[in-house]
Protein backbone atom coordinates (compact mmCIF):
# COMPACT_ATOMS: atom_id res chain seq x y z
CA UNK A 1 0.00 0.00 0.00
CA UNK A 2 1.12 3.26 -0.93
CA UNK A 3 1.30 5.45 1.98
CA UNK A 4 2.46 9.27 2.38
CA UNK A 5 2.29 11.81 4.97
CA UNK A 6 0.57 15.43 4.22
CA UNK A 7 1.46 18.87 6.06
CA UNK A 8 -1.02 21.40 5.98
CA UNK A 9 1.21 24.72 6.22
CA UNK A 10 0.26 26.58 9.10
CA UNK A 11 0.81 30.20 8.97
CA UNK A 12 -1.40 32.79 10.67
CA UNK A 13 -4.37 32.10 8.50
CA UNK A 14 -3.41 28.34 7.57
CA UNK A 15 -2.81 29.50 4.02
CA UNK A 16 -1.98 26.62 1.80
CA UNK A 17 -1.78 23.40 1.87
CA UNK A 18 2.43 21.89 1.90
CA UNK A 19 3.41 18.35 1.77
CA UNK A 20 6.65 16.29 2.95
CA UNK A 21 8.14 13.27 3.95
CA UNK A 22 6.49 11.55 1.17
CA UNK A 23 7.10 7.39 0.89
CA UNK A 24 5.99 6.20 -2.51
CA UNK A 25 6.45 3.44 -4.51
CA UNK A 26 6.62 4.33 -7.82
CA UNK A 27 5.75 2.59 -10.99
CA UNK A 28 6.89 5.35 -13.35
CA UNK A 29 10.85 5.44 -14.03
CA UNK A 30 13.29 8.39 -14.98
CA UNK A 31 10.16 10.77 -14.15
CA UNK A 32 11.27 14.31 -14.17
CA UNK A 33 9.68 16.22 -11.91
CA UNK A 34 8.00 19.35 -12.44
CA UNK A 35 9.25 22.60 -10.76
CA UNK A 36 6.27 25.35 -11.18
CA UNK A 37 7.24 28.95 -11.84
CA UNK A 38 4.97 32.05 -11.40
CA UNK A 39 4.00 33.45 -14.77
CA UNK A 40 6.55 36.19 -15.70
CA UNK A 41 3.45 39.04 -15.89
CA UNK A 42 2.36 37.36 -12.11
CA UNK A 43 -0.90 39.45 -11.53
CA UNK A 44 -2.06 39.73 -8.38
CA UNK A 45 -6.01 38.68 -7.02
CA UNK A 46 -8.81 40.96 -6.82
CA UNK A 47 -10.45 41.81 -3.24
CA UNK A 48 -12.60 38.62 -3.52
CA UNK A 49 -9.90 36.47 -3.39
CA UNK A 50 -8.60 37.10 0.71
CA UNK A 51 -5.46 36.32 1.28
CA UNK A 52 -6.31 33.61 3.37
CA UNK A 53 -8.34 31.83 0.47
CA UNK A 54 -10.82 31.10 2.69
CA UNK A 55 -13.85 31.98 5.39
CA UNK A 56 -16.15 31.09 7.67
CA UNK A 57 -15.99 27.25 9.20
CA UNK A 58 -18.05 24.74 9.74
CA UNK A 59 -19.67 23.65 13.06
CA UNK A 60 -20.93 20.37 12.56
CA UNK A 61 -18.29 17.70 13.99
CA UNK A 62 -15.90 16.25 11.12
CA UNK A 63 -16.76 18.72 8.66
CA UNK A 64 -14.60 18.65 6.25
CA UNK A 65 -11.15 20.72 6.45
CA UNK A 66 -10.58 22.64 3.15
CA UNK A 67 -7.89 23.99 0.49
CA UNK A 68 -8.06 24.49 -3.04
CA UNK A 69 -5.18 22.83 -4.97
CA UNK A 70 -4.33 26.24 -6.60
CA UNK A 71 -2.42 29.88 -5.97
CA UNK A 72 -4.02 32.27 -3.80
CA UNK A 73 -1.31 35.07 -3.46
CA UNK A 74 -0.96 35.50 -7.25
CA UNK A 75 -3.62 34.31 -10.62
CA UNK A 76 -2.86 30.65 -11.59
CA UNK A 77 -3.17 30.53 -15.37
CA UNK A 78 -4.55 28.07 -17.49
CA UNK A 79 -4.49 27.58 -21.85
CA UNK A 80 -7.64 25.70 -21.82
CA UNK A 81 -11.36 26.51 -22.41
CA UNK A 82 -12.11 23.53 -20.21
CA UNK A 83 -9.81 23.48 -17.66
CA UNK A 84 -9.55 21.17 -14.70
CA UNK A 85 -9.93 22.21 -10.72
CA UNK A 86 -8.63 20.06 -7.95
CA UNK A 87 -9.26 20.74 -4.17
CA UNK A 88 -8.21 18.46 -1.34
CA UNK A 89 -11.13 17.77 1.57
CA UNK A 90 -9.23 16.18 4.67
CA UNK A 91 -12.44 14.66 6.24
CA UNK A 92 -14.30 11.64 5.67
CA UNK A 93 -17.40 12.85 6.68
CA UNK A 94 -19.94 13.24 3.46
CA UNK A 95 -21.05 16.66 3.17
CA UNK A 96 -22.75 18.29 0.38
CA UNK A 97 -20.06 20.14 -1.55
CA UNK A 98 -21.01 23.28 -4.34
CA UNK A 99 -18.44 24.02 -6.52
CA UNK A 100 -19.21 28.11 -8.74
CA UNK A 101 -17.49 29.45 -11.24
CA UNK A 102 -17.75 33.12 -12.02
CA UNK A 103 -17.08 35.29 -14.86
CA UNK A 104 -15.10 39.00 -13.63
CA UNK A 105 -16.63 41.27 -16.04
CA UNK A 106 -14.85 45.06 -16.93
CA UNK A 107 -16.51 46.32 -13.84
CA UNK A 108 -15.12 43.28 -11.60
CA UNK A 109 -18.78 42.53 -11.42
CA UNK A 110 -19.24 38.39 -10.50
CA UNK A 111 -21.20 36.52 -13.27
CA UNK A 112 -22.64 32.63 -13.13
CA UNK A 113 -20.67 30.94 -15.37
CA UNK A 114 -21.17 27.44 -13.99
CA UNK A 115 -22.48 25.56 -10.74
CA UNK A 116 -22.62 22.27 -9.87
CA UNK A 117 -23.64 20.27 -6.32
CA UNK A 118 -21.76 16.93 -4.91
CA UNK A 119 -21.07 15.15 -2.41
CA UNK A 120 -17.31 15.71 -0.95
CA UNK A 121 -15.02 12.39 -0.78
CA UNK A 122 -12.00 12.25 1.62
CA UNK A 123 -8.64 13.09 -0.55
CA UNK A 124 -8.37 15.06 -3.64
CA UNK A 125 -11.62 16.07 -5.34
CA UNK A 126 -10.81 17.29 -9.09
CA UNK A 127 -13.71 18.30 -11.71
CA UNK A 128 -13.27 19.60 -15.37
CA UNK A 129 -15.70 21.91 -16.65
CA UNK A 130 -17.74 20.10 -18.93
CA UNK A 131 -17.34 20.24 -22.97
CA UNK A 132 -21.23 20.98 -22.87
CA UNK A 133 -20.67 24.24 -21.02
CA UNK A 134 -19.48 27.04 -23.20
CA UNK A 135 -15.51 27.84 -23.33
CA UNK A 136 -13.66 30.27 -20.99
CA UNK A 137 -12.40 33.03 -22.67
CA UNK A 138 -9.02 33.81 -23.65
CA UNK A 139 -8.11 36.82 -22.35
CA UNK A 140 -10.79 37.13 -19.15
CA UNK A 141 -10.65 36.22 -16.22
CA UNK A 142 -12.30 33.67 -13.51
CA UNK A 143 -13.08 33.40 -10.25
CA UNK A 144 -13.64 29.85 -8.70
CA UNK A 145 -15.04 28.69 -5.51
CA UNK A 146 -15.67 25.40 -3.43
CA UNK A 147 -18.41 25.98 -0.60
CA UNK A 148 -18.69 22.94 2.32
CA UNK A 149 -22.78 23.26 2.86
CA UNK A 150 -22.49 23.02 6.28
CA UNK A 151 -25.72 24.47 7.07
CA UNK A 152 -28.00 25.31 4.09
CA UNK A 153 -30.17 27.46 6.89
CA UNK A 154 -27.11 29.88 7.61
CA UNK A 155 -24.79 30.05 4.96
CA UNK A 156 -22.34 31.96 6.72
CA UNK A 157 -21.25 28.62 8.64
CA UNK A 158 -20.08 27.26 5.19
CA UNK A 159 -16.86 26.92 4.64
CA UNK A 160 -15.71 28.55 1.30
CA UNK A 161 -13.09 28.87 -0.12
CA UNK A 162 -12.15 30.84 -3.75
CA UNK A 163 -9.11 31.80 -5.83
CA UNK A 164 -8.79 33.38 -9.55
CA UNK A 165 -7.70 32.45 -12.66
CA UNK A 166 -6.36 33.86 -15.56
CA UNK A 167 -7.19 32.19 -19.77
CA UNK A 168 -4.10 32.74 -21.58
CA UNK A 169 -3.20 31.81 -25.10
CA UNK A 170 -0.60 29.26 -25.25
CA UNK A 171 2.84 30.59 -26.17
CA UNK A 172 4.07 29.28 -29.63
CA UNK A 173 7.12 28.05 -28.20
CA UNK A 174 5.44 25.85 -25.58
CA UNK A 175 3.07 24.87 -28.08
CA UNK A 176 5.87 23.52 -29.94
CA UNK A 177 7.48 21.70 -27.45
CA UNK A 178 4.31 19.90 -26.22
CA UNK A 179 3.97 18.93 -29.18
CA UNK A 180 6.69 16.91 -29.05
CA UNK A 181 6.44 15.93 -25.69
CA UNK A 182 5.59 12.17 -25.02
CA UNK A 183 3.61 11.67 -22.10
CA UNK A 184 1.74 13.48 -19.38
CA UNK A 185 4.47 13.71 -17.03
CA UNK A 186 6.53 15.50 -19.51
CA UNK A 187 3.97 17.82 -20.17
CA UNK A 188 3.32 18.98 -16.44
CA UNK A 189 6.68 19.87 -16.57
CA UNK A 190 6.49 21.50 -19.14
CA UNK A 191 3.42 23.93 -18.09
CA UNK A 192 4.96 24.48 -14.84
CA UNK A 193 8.11 25.67 -16.08
CA UNK A 194 6.21 28.05 -18.28
CA UNK A 195 3.85 29.40 -14.87
CA UNK A 196 1.08 27.60 -16.42
CA UNK A 197 -0.64 26.35 -13.07
CA UNK A 198 -3.71 24.71 -14.38
CA UNK A 199 -2.76 22.84 -17.09
CA UNK A 200 0.98 21.68 -15.36
CA UNK A 201 -1.61 19.83 -12.33
CA UNK A 202 -3.86 18.72 -14.33
CA UNK A 203 -1.05 16.56 -16.22
CA UNK A 204 0.36 15.60 -13.08
CA UNK A 205 -2.93 14.25 -11.38
CA UNK A 206 -3.41 12.42 -14.90
CA UNK A 207 -0.74 9.98 -13.46
CA UNK A 208 -2.03 10.09 -9.92
CA UNK A 209 -4.10 7.30 -8.02
CA UNK A 210 -7.65 8.65 -7.25
CA UNK A 211 -7.52 10.03 -3.59
CA UNK A 212 -3.76 9.45 -3.45
CA UNK A 213 -1.08 11.98 -4.85
CA UNK A 214 1.82 11.36 -7.53
CA UNK A 215 5.34 12.18 -7.05
CA UNK A 216 5.20 14.87 -9.68
CA UNK A 217 1.77 16.80 -8.21
CA UNK A 218 3.30 16.18 -5.15
CA UNK A 219 6.22 18.25 -6.25
CA UNK A 220 4.08 20.65 -7.66
CA UNK A 221 2.52 21.58 -4.63
CA UNK A 222 5.34 21.61 -2.58
CA UNK A 223 6.83 24.71 -4.97
CA UNK A 224 3.60 26.50 -4.87
CA UNK A 225 3.45 26.18 -1.34
CA UNK A 226 7.01 27.54 -0.89
CA UNK A 227 6.04 30.36 -2.66
CA UNK A 228 2.89 31.36 -1.30
CA UNK A 229 4.27 31.36 2.34
CA UNK A 230 7.78 29.11 3.54
CA UNK A 231 7.06 28.12 6.98
CA UNK A 232 8.74 25.49 9.03
CA UNK A 233 5.66 24.89 10.80
CA UNK A 234 3.06 22.59 9.75
CA UNK A 235 0.33 20.21 11.23
CA UNK A 236 0.60 16.61 9.81
CA UNK A 237 -2.80 14.80 8.39
CA UNK A 238 -2.68 11.03 7.06
CA UNK A 239 -4.89 10.90 4.13
CA UNK A 240 -6.30 7.27 3.04
Not at 65 to 77: K, M
Not at 147 to 172: F, G, K, M, Y
Not at 201 to 221: C, F, H, M, P, T
Request: contains cysteine; hydrophobic residues 40%.
Amino acid sequence: MIRRKWLLHKSFNLRILVISALTITLSLTQAVLAAYQPPRDQKSPSGYTDSSGTRGRCKASGAPSLRLLAPITHVGQTTSSHPTFAWLVASREKTPIEFTLYKIDTNEQLNLAYKLEMQSSPGIMKLSLPQTVPGLTVGQRYLWQVEVLCNRNRPSHNLVARTELDIVPIPPDLKNLLARSQNSLQRATLYAEAGIWYDALSEALAVSNQRELGKVAASLLQDLANLEEPSKEGISLNLP
